[in-house]
């Protein structure tokens, strides 16, 4: 609901932590589209703008977020978005190689990033496991799967430009290929994700040699489990956070997840944004 976001809000506030993103699949009323949103708790635009003037005299900037490729499934098992999908069987990610898919995403952004004022959108893009195994396989072969991905990314890159805004995406398929990490714009900002506790996370060198913005993103570990796994969470994010300020992240975005719906209490989740707010 909104008072709980608004809580949200101001424990964030209090503890220093200035950004908020809420992972969007398909739970917004799209006024183009409004089957998409429909029955399922969506948030509208003046829901929207209600959070976000609430949000900006506490310092939090609330930052629009919708997946563009990948983990599109509620959308595409609608049967009038079906044909939009890369492997109709499975219906996960867009296809990049369809007009249509472009003046769909057009039409989303066009409903979605006006009712902020940020002009950072997070266009998420990853996991496209399905990539080229469907409609796109014959581009990625005679482009490779890395290119067909990237040219994608271009193709949002502008679709957000439109509205004032820059993008930013998940760098876990990027990050297998890196020699095409240096074709993406400046204004495209990776996002370096990982939610296992480690000494070391290789990624954040890789994204920092390639001169491109990053944040680093840790989580809170309080998902698909009956109780936070706090020690992981702690090693996580303390780590990522030691890693992202000695190699030049530009922040650090700390994660928490909620797998087939936020079916975890909140209460679960509060140690691991404040412990994150402390180490970045």
Request: aromatic residues 12%; charged residues 20%; contains cysteine.
């Amino acid at each position: 609901t909104i008072e709980t976001l608004k809580h949200l809000v101001d424990e964030l506030s209090l503890y220093k932590a200035n950004v908020l993103q809420l992972y969007t699949e398909h739970t917004f009323v799209f006024p183009h589209h409004p089957r998409i949103g429909r029955g399922c708790g969506s948030l509208n635009a003046d829901d929207i703008l209600e959070l976000d003037a609430y949000a900006r005299p506490r310092q939090v900037e609330l930052m629009p977020n919708l997946q563009s490729f990948g983990h599109c499934e509620h959308i595409l098992n609608l049967p009038e978005y079906a044909h939009l999908a890369e492997l109709p069987q499975a219906r996960w990610s867009l296809c990049p190689e369809d007009g249509a898919t472009y003046e769909f995403l057009n039409d989303l952004y066009a409903d979605l990033l006006p009712a902020f004022c940020s002009k950072t959108f997070n266009a998420d893009c990853d996991e496209t496991w399905d990539l080229g195994k469907g409609r796109s396989a014959s581009a990625v072969v005679e482009r490779g799967v890395g290119r067909v991905y990237l040219e994608h990314i271009l193709k949002l890159r502008d679709l957000a430009a439109r509205y004032g805004c820059r993008i930013q995406i998940w760098g876990d398929i990027l990050l297998h290929h890196p020699e095409l990490v240096s074709e993406l714009p400046d204004d495209v900002t990776l996002l370096d994700w990982h939610y296992e506790a480690a000494e070391d996370y290789p990624s954040v060198r890789t994204f920092a040699a390639s001169g491109r913005a990053f944040w680093v993103c840790p989580g809170t570990s309080s998902w698909n489990t009956l109780f936070p796994r706090i020690e992981n969470a702690n090693g996580n994010i303390r780590t990522l956070a030691r890693l992202g300020a000695e190699r030049g992240a530009q922040g650090l975005l700390n994660t928490d997840w909620g797998d087939h719906g936020h079916y975890q209490p909140m209460g679960q989740c509060w140690y691991g944004y404040i412990y994150g707010a402390e180490q970045a």
